[in-house]
């Protein structure tokens, strides 16, 4: 178990926090990374999407499905 050791202390360590003791070039860092990571994201959607066209048709046809199930007249 993290955070924990042998004897059963907790480790306290501090942890920065959402706003601590990050500094600004982390925080772009951080970002960049996170911009790479979700581009790569809709790109493997996208490729996934193009290999399996019947798989994105089955979901095309249930988001349609959910659309006219929740329509309120």
């Not at 907790?10 to 990050?22: E, F, K, M, N």
């Not at 959607?45 to 095309?60: D, F, I, Y």
């Amino acid at each position: 178990m993290a955070g924990t050791d042998v004897a059963g202390e907790q480790d306290v360590r501090p942890r920065p926090g959402p706003q601590g003791d990050i500094s600004p070039e982390q925080v772009r860092e951080h970002l960049r990374r996170r911009a790479i990571f979700l581009r790569e994201l809709a790109e493997a959607r996208e490729l996934r999407r193009r290999v399996t066209p019947h798989r994105s048709r089955r979901a095309r046809i249930h988001a349609a499905l959910r659309r006219r199930t929740f329509r309120i007249n």
